[in-house]
């Protein structure tokens, strides 16, 4: 019967690979964001002088006036429906790493059975939902339910579509009924608030007017993508989102083709459609490749607002798999799907401008030039400090079987800057003066291709936190995750870092040796801080060492990592910038700890069921098989072909032995803690992998690799 599902399963997949995809709408700018209350759609369905105020706080230049709430209200209502919608709900981000909503439709009571169309500054600016349902980390009981969400004005409201109808999204935080923050977003714009300040005091230090600060996001997502006929046949991947067994593919990703190479028609419909949905969102989808790994993928956005590219990587993910649904394919978004090849991760590209100016940018005059190479020796001391919290914003049960192998970065964060940068950095280092180098250019050797100018640093896909000419890529954050927690960490050790450099500078403003004191200053937080900087393989062993040296935590798995959050130096962070107070930090900790303990304790019960009800039948079936052709070979009186039958019966048999045991073993290590668990199922998963090669293939009850990862 297993056999015939997956027989039936690829002939499927062959016959759908043979006829041309459904073409999808195109993407077009002229629908672009055409589902998003934009500016263009505020200035049209607002008063003038509402307008500007919705605007001003919009872009962070004054607080919401609540007197023009029910008006924008009222137009962010007749805007909706003149698009479709009949619902409304607060968007909001809960701890669980996803997002949630509760549909209210726009109807109100207008007396002898009739009903008007309404919606109030009251709906706009609160809601409540059930705050005892979403983790809480014991702030909150099941008697306890109330809880409330709150507009936030800065991500603009925006439509999603379904099947039936539409419902018009207002993004909101979500906090407890005593006002304990219960979700992802507002840590992040508190953070975004600390850093800011941060900023605008250090270039007062500069002789710098006061101006905006922007703190830019471009949030790089990788996926795979498998056909939904063989994820319906592995209840690993439904359960747990990843394959706990499966023997490796003769061919995988070894001869590197899959990598930017041509992108299958049916895959490339999907893109195309996933674009459509994301710019009528207002999202702006730039970039799409295949990946390095079989039917892995990535999409990529152009920089935004950080608290808006938070929200659209939400939708990003969402549309994702809801696009795969509709055309018979499933999204994978965990770290690790499959063993022995490139896991998925989120590259996080953190940027920070100061009005028009890019802080992270080298500069033409020397006063740019100090504040660039202040700004990056502040960076250094807030990475070098707080490694551990970076780490602990990326700690999850899936991301811990991605870090440190197939390309992603390992759990010691470093930084890596570049010869150039890093040479100027050590003349600091030194105490010597630091002169202007102009880039290198860089000669092919045919005459047709123009001389390319050599970027300031080199790429080096091992770091974890790597400058990138006018950005920093951190690419420890899984693919699953909300980026918001690394941002607000992220956030929140520069502003205490910067606070460090105006604390010693600000009684410096207008002395005459300025510079030579500000110099003196970077030298000594780089000779304090020169250990997180590395340039090389942070894959090899030599680095594993010569971090050890260094001092630099490893914190290979999400236990101890995660423990950082409960630190006193943690909680007096982010207690004194108002990031999140020290019951805030211990829910989040109370969370993350139950979160682990749950996933790993949901793998091991299922990799249990596979291996009893499925693999283990299939085993025993083979084994019948064998153990039936040599009773008919010595009945018969032949003796060719027997010693192999006996062989090959010996080594199915020891396995179902050995099957046995390792059920044995998961089974009681239930009971025990995920550490126990982690290593029964790893145990089982080498015995199962085993069997797959050696019982026939008809019998096997999963889809393999090689099927999942090259027919689609």
Known sequence: MSSSKREHAVNAVADLRARPPMPAAAASLEHYAEDVFSEAAIRRFLSKETAVKLLATISGEAPFDPEIADEVAQAMKEWAVSRGATHFTHWFQPLNGGTAEKHDAFIEPAGKGQVIMEFSGKKLIVGEPDASSFPSGGLRSTFEARGYTAWDPTSPAFIKRHANGATLCVPSIFCSYTGEVLDKKTPVLRSQQALAHAVQRLMRCFGLPDEHVHITLGIEQEYFLIDKKFYLQRPDLIQAGRTLFGAPPAKHQQLEDHYFGSIKPRILAFMEEVENELWKLGIPAKTRHNETAPAQFELAPIFEDQNLAIDHNMLIMEVLRQVSERNGLVCLLHEKPFAGINGSGKHNNWGLSYGTKNLLDPGETPQENAIFLTLLTAIIRAVDIHSDLLRAATATADNDHRLGSHEAPPAIISIFLGEQLTEVLDRIGSGVAVGNRKPAKMRLGVDSIPVLPRDTTDRNRTSPFAFTGNKFEFRAPGSSQSCAEVNLVLNTIVAESLDYFADR?????????????????????????????????????????????????????????????????????????????????DSRYEVFHEVYHRKIRIEGEIGLEIARSMIGPAAEQQFGRLAAALANAKACGLKAGTAGLKAKAQKIGNGIDQLSKANNSLAAALHDGPEKIIDALRALRAIIDALELDVDDDLWPLPKYREMLFIY
Do not use: M
């Open 505 to 585: 500078l600000e009684p410096l403003v207008g002395v005459k040796d300025f510079n030579k004191k500000l110099q003196e200053l970077c030298h000594e937080s780089l000779v304090k801080h020169r250990r997180i900087i590395f340039n090389g393989d942070n894959y090899g062993k030599e680095w594993l060492e010569e971090a050890a040296r260094r001092g630099l935590p490893n914190l290979a798995s999400t236990l101890p990592a995660i423990d950082n959050f409960r630190k006193e130096t943690t909680k007096s962070l982010f207690q004194k910038y108002g990031v999140l107070s020290n019951t805030e930090i």
